[in-house]
Protein backbone atom coordinates (compact mmCIF):
# COMPACT_ATOMS: atom_id res chain seq x y z
CA UNK A 1 0.00 0.00 0.00
CA UNK A 2 1.83 3.34 -1.20
CA UNK A 3 1.59 6.50 1.42
CA UNK A 4 -1.29 8.07 0.07
CA UNK A 5 -3.57 4.88 0.55
CA UNK A 6 -2.29 4.13 3.71
CA UNK A 7 -2.77 8.12 4.93
CA UNK A 8 -6.44 7.70 3.20
CA UNK A 9 -7.62 4.63 4.80
CA UNK A 10 -6.31 6.15 8.73
CA UNK A 11 -8.42 9.53 7.76
CA UNK A 12 -11.22 7.81 7.10
CA UNK A 13 -10.70 5.49 10.44
CA UNK A 14 -10.25 8.54 12.48
CA UNK A 15 -13.42 10.38 10.86
CA UNK A 16 -15.12 7.28 11.64
CA UNK A 17 -14.16 7.35 15.28
CA UNK A 18 -14.93 10.73 15.55
CA UNK A 19 -18.46 10.64 14.13
CA UNK A 20 -19.25 7.64 16.73
CA UNK A 21 -18.53 9.79 19.81
CA UNK A 22 -20.37 12.41 17.83
CA UNK A 23 -17.60 14.77 17.39
CA UNK A 24 -19.05 16.27 13.93
CA UNK A 25 -16.51 18.96 13.22
CA UNK A 26 -13.76 16.36 13.51
CA UNK A 27 -15.28 13.86 11.42
CA UNK A 28 -15.59 16.69 8.93
CA UNK A 29 -11.92 17.62 9.59
CA UNK A 30 -10.92 14.23 8.69
CA UNK A 31 -12.90 13.87 5.84
CA UNK A 32 -11.35 17.18 4.19
CA UNK A 33 -8.07 15.67 4.94
CA UNK A 34 -8.86 12.60 3.07
CA UNK A 35 -10.45 14.56 0.46
CA UNK A 36 -7.14 16.76 -0.28
CA UNK A 37 -4.86 13.15 -0.23
CA UNK A 38 -7.89 11.82 -3.14
CA UNK A 39 -7.83 14.56 -4.97
CA UNK A 40 -5.45 14.17 -7.84
CA UNK A 41 -6.42 10.66 -8.25
CA UNK A 42 -10.20 10.29 -9.78
CA UNK A 43 -11.14 7.14 -8.17
CA UNK A 44 -10.43 8.02 -4.39
CA UNK A 45 -11.29 11.46 -5.24
CA UNK A 46 -15.07 10.39 -6.08
CA UNK A 47 -14.47 7.86 -3.49
CA UNK A 48 -13.83 11.09 -1.03
CA UNK A 49 -17.14 13.33 -1.82
CA UNK A 50 -19.31 9.93 -1.72
CA UNK A 51 -18.26 9.63 1.90
CA UNK A 52 -18.93 13.30 2.21
CA UNK A 53 -22.55 12.55 0.96
CA UNK A 54 -23.12 9.88 3.01
CA UNK A 55 -22.17 11.53 6.21
CA UNK A 56 -24.29 14.86 5.14
CA UNK A 57 -27.27 12.62 4.53
CA UNK A 58 -26.54 10.73 7.96
CA UNK A 59 -26.63 13.88 9.63
CA UNK A 60 -29.75 15.43 7.74
CA UNK A 61 -27.58 17.99 6.38
CA UNK A 62 -29.31 18.72 2.97
CA UNK A 63 -27.32 21.60 2.22
CA UNK A 64 -24.20 19.76 2.40
CA UNK A 65 -25.91 16.90 0.34
CA UNK A 66 -26.95 18.70 -2.60
CA UNK A 67 -22.87 20.61 -2.39
CA UNK A 68 -21.95 16.98 -2.18
CA UNK A 69 -24.17 15.85 -5.59
CA UNK A 70 -22.52 18.51 -7.20
CA UNK A 71 -19.34 17.81 -6.64
CA UNK A 72 -19.47 14.48 -7.41
CA UNK A 73 -20.29 15.19 -10.67
CA UNK A 74 -18.13 18.18 -11.14
CA UNK A 75 -15.44 15.60 -10.26
CA UNK A 76 -14.31 13.78 -12.94
CA UNK A 77 -14.49 16.36 -15.10
CA UNK A 78 -11.57 18.52 -13.04
CA UNK A 79 -9.50 15.10 -12.57
CA UNK A 80 -9.61 15.13 -16.70
CA UNK A 81 -8.96 18.75 -17.35
CA UNK A 82 -6.35 18.83 -14.21
CA UNK A 83 -8.02 21.83 -12.98
CA UNK A 84 -8.17 21.07 -9.66
CA UNK A 85 -8.08 22.97 -6.75
CA UNK A 86 -5.76 21.99 -5.16
CA UNK A 87 -5.60 21.64 -1.11
CA UNK A 88 -9.32 21.94 -1.63
CA UNK A 89 -11.01 20.05 1.30
CA UNK A 90 -14.19 19.66 -0.61
CA UNK A 91 -16.66 20.64 1.55
CA UNK A 92 -19.71 22.37 0.36
CA UNK A 93 -19.15 25.21 3.19
CA UNK A 94 -15.90 26.01 0.12
CA UNK A 95 -16.44 27.00 -3.13
CA UNK A 96 -15.03 23.72 -5.59
CA UNK A 97 -12.84 26.36 -7.23
CA UNK A 98 -11.09 27.48 -4.31
CA UNK A 99 -7.33 26.42 -4.14
CA UNK A 100 -6.20 26.04 -0.44
CA UNK A 101 -2.89 25.60 1.44
CA UNK A 102 -2.27 21.98 2.28
CA UNK A 103 -1.36 20.84 5.39
CA UNK A 104 2.63 20.21 5.94
CA UNK A 105 1.81 16.71 7.18
CA UNK A 106 -0.16 15.68 4.10
CA UNK A 107 2.13 17.85 1.36
CA UNK A 108 5.00 15.41 2.73
CA UNK A 109 3.00 12.32 2.12
CA UNK A 110 1.87 13.70 -1.53
CA UNK A 111 5.44 14.93 -2.04
CA UNK A 112 6.55 11.70 -1.40
CA UNK A 113 4.48 9.53 -3.53
CA UNK A 114 4.61 9.13 -6.98
CA UNK A 115 2.08 9.46 -9.50
Do not use: K
Request: glycine fraction near 8%; include cysteine; charged fraction near 20%.
Amino acid sequence: MHAIAAALAEEYRMGEEAARQGDVPLAWHHLGRAHILAQTRLGPHCVSHRRMLAFAVQLRDWPEAAGQLLRLALAPLGNLTGRLPIGNTGRSTVSAFTAMDIPSDLRAIIDRTPD
